[in-house]
């Protein structure tokens, strides 16, 4: 079985862990009123995910008979609904403008983009070809995140439509490369669905590793 954590799995999350905390009090310097916004904003959008992750563990094949399904999936309808009403309503705000929730959205996409670079630079355990790919699309997206944030004020408000396409955009390509990156751990193909499907218990509460048989094993931690 091979080691299940990875010395520069962990670097790399300090890395990142590190710049989240000084570009967080960056971003709290020089837009005051996103930073409020965040504090409320985030944890609902974070709600949103966590729901549909519980809906997805609770109707997993791997999970079936476990009476506590119809809970997941109850209480992950029920997040979704929440977060996505009180969002909405938050939006709704006067003093809320378009180019806020540019702000609001880039931030988090810069840190995605950070990520991508440091896991395409540091972590050995995927393979070149995708760390290259991770570390070139990391650097594209801090690039179209900081136009985002930097147009604040300075260009025309048409250009935030473009700014909230490019982001959307460069959001998805960043899922599916890392998707393509941690999949390359276990010389798997992103582009069979089947795998796909494995990144997402990648990324959730299992640890994923190889047995002494060669075969990939889904360890569930809770």
Known sequence: MIELIHKDKIRADNY??????????????????????SLLVYPFISLFFYGIAKIINGISKRNRGNQKNLNRVLFGITSIIFSVAFLNFFMAQPNVSFQNVINLAAYPILIVGFASIVKGRFINAYSRKHRDISTTIGLLTMLISMLALLSSGILPPESSVFHLFSLSIILMVNIVSRAALYLSEFNLSVLKFRNFKL??????????????DGDIVLNKLT
């Open 16 to 37: 990142i862990s590190g710049f989240l905390i000084v570009s967080y009090l960056l971003f709290a310097l020089f837009f005051r009123l996103e930073l409020i916004m």
């Open 199 to 212: 990144f997402f218990y990648i990324i959730s509460d299992y640890f994923i590793y190889i047995s002494k």
